[in-house]
């Protein structure tokens, strides 16, 4: 599953972030980053995905 959320991720970040954490910070802050450019969204969606085991 954490593959589907990582391609999210990368596709959407939001997105992913909200399969691993739903309407949680890491969410609202993953649209923020996303915002401001998309590279920064991808690297914090990957992350949390990655460390939310």
């Not at 910070?25 to 998309?38: S, V």
């Amino acid at each position: 599953m954490d593959i589907i959320r990582i391609i999210f991720a990368i596709l959407l970040p939001p997105l992913g972030v909200f399969l691993q954490v739903g309407f949680a910070g890491a969410f609202w802050l993953n649209i923020l980053l996303t915002l401001l450019g998309y590279i920064p969204g991808i690297i914090h969606a990957v992350y949390i995905i990655a460390s939310r085991k």
